[in-house]
């Protein structure tokens, strides 16, 4: 079964920025929709971004609008990035990236692969 690893997280102060990265082990990342979630401390995970199966269309949600960009490397399909701009201690919590056979959707439940998760910690 094809394994998703994040890595990228760690503890950067208010305003900074993190790339995270979601490294697929076999070539799923451009046969699947992907997506970031995240859980914050003491909440559920929560949709962050998605980009479509087929076209590379992206989603985000409103909380990530204009400040995260996700991008999917093309030409090995198997990475993921999300890059986080103008972080806030409201963006703590631990990263997932996933996959889902057939297009974003923005509950969890939808999705059938995994990563572990990377920390993400924003200092005020």
């Known amino acids: 079964q094809a394994q998703l690893v994040e890595s990228g997280g760690g503890l950067v102060q208010a305003g900074g920025s993190l790339r995270l990265s979601c490294t697929a082990s076999?070539?799923?990342?451009?046969?699947?929709?992907m997506a970031w979630f995240r859980r914050a401390p003491g909440k559920d995970r929560e949709f962050v971004a998605g980009?479509?199966?087929?076209?590379?269309?992206?989603?985000y949600a409103d909380s990530a609008k204009g400040r995260f960009t996700l991008s999917r490397d093309n030409t090995h399909y198997n990475t993921m990035y999300l890059q986080l701009n103008i972080l806030t201690p409201g963006d703590t919590g631990d990263y997932y990236c996933g996959g889902n056979r057939y297009e974003v959707k923005p509950a969890p439940a939808r999705y059938s692969r995994w990563g572990p998760g990377t920390q993400v910690t924003i200092a005020s």
């Open positions: 980009v479509s199966r087929n076209n590379n269309a992206t989603s």
């Open positions: 076999a070539r799923i990342v451009g046969n699947y929709a």
